[in-house]
């Protein structure tokens, strides 16, 4: 099956710091998004992306859609505290199927 | 906007023993997914509906897990019987039509198989 490798698998960073992570894979993908799990909660979209090249901002976060297709990066800038989860990229292949893909994970965790 | 319901929260049972979770949708969302997310990695794909119809069911262990949605709104998944590696968290999502990409998830199951 279609496989996202995403790193870091886990991050430890100071208040007021950027942080980055990125997802790639060896298959090419129509949409990519990142998500952000809380324990006990279920993941929340974060950002989507529909269009090779796209670069998409939400507050203080900034995704990339890749120009290959076949990867993804995550940015936040400027920490805080609630930033604290674990964030995974996914992705849809769009070839029939539209299987829904996750990667396994950055856990982020930010020191005050 | 109401969100993606499950039910139970919590669930223990022992081996070989059968269990059943629900889901309600995003009013209006078509497609809808069935995850299984094991401690400490990614949500796994079991399941996924296009309104009662099934697209993709290739992970599906099928000797032990089934998933019904009737009229295309609510769902199901059964476990019969569980095993220990059942253990984890299941999660349901939806989204509008498969091929948007903007799925929005519920709470999740905890199962604890012993």
């Known amino acids: 099956g279609q496989q996202l490798n995403q790193s870091p698998q886990s991050m430890f960073i100071q208040e007021g710091e950027d942080v980055s992570m990125n997802c790639t894979s060896s298959s090419i993908f129509n949409t990519w998004l990142w998500y952000k799990q809380e324990p006990g909660e279920g993941p929340v979209l974060l950002i989507a992306l529909y269009k090779a090249g796209e670069l998409t901002s939400n507050g203080r976060l900034t995704a990339q859609f890749g120009i290959t297709r076949k990867d993804s990066f995550l940015n936040i800038s400027a920490s805080i505290p609630s930033d604290v989860g674990i964030y995974f990229c996914a992705a849809i292949s769009g070839a029939g199927s539209y299987q829904l893909t996750f990667g396994k994970g950055t856990k982020l965790s930010v020191i005050p | 906007e109401a969100g993606v319901a499950q039910s139970p929260r919590y669930k223990i049972i022992e081996k070989r023993q059968s269990v059943a979770f629900w889901c309600n949708p995003i009013?209006?969302?078509?497609?809808l997914y069935w995850y299984q997310q094991i401690l400490g990695q990614g949500p796994k794909l079991l399941i996924q509906?296009?309104?009662?119809?099934?697209?993709?069911d290739s992970q599906l262990p099928k000797d032990r897990f089934s998933a019904e949605r009737l009229k295309g709104v609510d769902s199901t998944l059964k476990i019969q019987p569980a095993k220990l590696e059942d253990s984890a968290v299941y999660l349901c999502a939806s989204s509008l039509g498969p091929g948007d990409g903007e799925a929005f998830f519920g709470q999740g199951t905890r199962l604890t198989v012993v």
């Open positions: 509906f296009q309104n009662n119809g099934v697209v993709d």
């Open positions: 009013s209006g969302h078509a497609t």
